[in-house]
């Protein structure tokens, strides 16, 4: 649903001229250095961005899923780090306090996520717990009014950075799966909580990833969100629905990125005395992804409108993620193609690094396989049976 398609055009406006003009020249820049100059942060922050799909009510701009899908196509249309410096407000680091915090709970966090004052991330996965997101072991136990958590968290964006943390943790002792699990919200700062030092990855540089570590960390009992202990899985899951959707978008936008350079780069070599663009076996990789890139953008906003209309989409989010990382990861590796070996060398051409950048995709929210299982299992139960 688009509710102010003027307003929505002008900040469509606003961000493609933001990500051509101040993050394409800086891109090798945010590689080397392994961070988003903090200059770039403000501009970030005060046009609004952080504050994206947060309601109007606590300072941000509450768009609905279709015009934030719409607006992820365009922030992705650069580098990784751009969008996931600001994503994780935009999306899992704030989507839980949205979705079941209490009044008292957003008024204290979500203004200042909007501004990108403060940095949220959402820390689920542990060592045990990856695939198996329920097989969560950091426990909190209650002590008077506080919890007292104890655990690792394994992969959490942003988390070096992050002055939020959103927590699944075990509240109720001997429960298995997702019963007894319940979500905290978690400031940094609080004695206890400490963030390990960031990954070497094999991609988005400027975008930090560490362990989070919970040892005897006391955490508030207003901080349990939504005040109800034993339905944090179902928080989370509210999270990643809309979540899916926001991240297929998020893969749709590099491809997009990727099919232009290869073209204008296919356009300019030449070989046997023309553009190689010229060769109708470098044409079909061009339709392939240009194809690929619409359907993503077709589903994803098909899906998007019906979240809007309060439908359940956990089939359709399912689908979009698994289909939109998955071409993603196909048009990269067709853009290297049309590279030629300038594809694999990063002195010759910013595709090698938007290669590694995007592998990431097909791994995190949900691995390919895991939303195979899940979209079968979905399809299944609505026909009655059951998938092993
Ligand atoms: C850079 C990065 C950033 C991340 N950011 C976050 C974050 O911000 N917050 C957060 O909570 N998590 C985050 N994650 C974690 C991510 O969501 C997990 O890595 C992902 O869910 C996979 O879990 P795993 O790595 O433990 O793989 P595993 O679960 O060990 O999977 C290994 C392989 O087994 C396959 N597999 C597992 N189970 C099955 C099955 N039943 N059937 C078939 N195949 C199966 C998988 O598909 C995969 O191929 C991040 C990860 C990375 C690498």
Redesign the pocket.
Same mark, same amino acid.
């Given at each position: 649903m688009i509710k102010d398609q003027a307003q929505i055009n002008a900040l469509l406006a606003d961000i493609r001229r933001f990500v051509r003009e101040r993050w394409h020249p800086i891109e090798d820049e945010v590689e080397r250095l392994d961070q988003v100059p903090e200059a770039l942060v403000l501009e970030l922050r005060r046009k609004g961005y952080f504050g994206w799909s947060i309601p109007r009510i606590y300072g941000g701009l509450g768009l609905t899923t279709e015009e934030l899908v719409l607006c992820a196509f365009e922030l992705s249309q650069a580098s990784v780090a751009l969008r996931a410096r600001v994503g994780t407000n935009t999306g *899992?680091g704030s989507e839980a306090l949205v979705a079941d915090g209490t009044e008292e709970q957003k008024q204290r966090w979500l203004p200042r996520m909007a501004t990108g004052e403060l940095t949220g991330?959402?820390?689920?996965?542990e060592p045990q717990a990856? /695939?198996?997101a329920t097989n969560v072991q950091t426990s909190a136990r209650t002590e008077g009014d506080v919890y007292v958590l104890n655990g690792v +968290?394994r992969? *959490?964006?942003n988390a070096p950075l992050a002055d939020v943390f959103t927590v699944l943790a075990r509240t109720e002792d001997g429960t298995r799966g997702s019963a007894g699990l319940s979500a905290f919200v978690v400031e940094r700062g609080t004695p206890g909580l400490r963030t390990g030092e960031p990954y070497r +990855?094999m991609g988005?540089a400027g975008s930090p990833?560490s362990d989070v570590y919970f040892e005897d960390c006391r955490v508030p009992r207003a901080d349990l969100i939504g005040g109800r202990e034993g339905v944090g899985f179902q928080t989370v899951m509210k999270v990643l629905n809309k979540q899916r959707l926001h991240l297929a978008a998020l893969c749709t936008g590099p491809a997009i990125r990727m099919l232009d350079l290869a073209i204008e780069h296919t356009q300019r070599r030449t070989q046997f005395g023309q553009a190689v663009g010229n060769f109708q076996l470098m044409q079909a990789m061009v339709a392939d992804s240009q194809t690929e890139i619409f359907a993503s953008r077709c589903m994803i906003v098909e899906a998007a409108r019906a979240r809007d209309r309060g439908e359940d989409v956990a089939l359709s989010a399912s689908m979009c993620k698994y289909f939109a990382s998955e071409m993603c990861g196909r048009v990269a590796d067709r853009c290297v193609q049309m590279f030629g070996g300038s594809g694999y060398v990063a002195d010759f051409s910013p595709i090698e690094r938007y290669y590694r950048d995007v592998r990431?995709f097909r791994?995190?929210?949900?691995? /390919?396989? *895991?939303h195979q299982?899940n979209i079968a299992k979905q399809l299944l139960r609505e026909r009655g049976q059951t998938a092993p």
């Open positions: *899992i991330c959402l820390a689920l996965t990856g /695939s198996e +968290k992969f *959490i964006t +990855k988005q990833v990431l791994l995190y929210e949900g691995t /390919s396989q *895991i299982l």
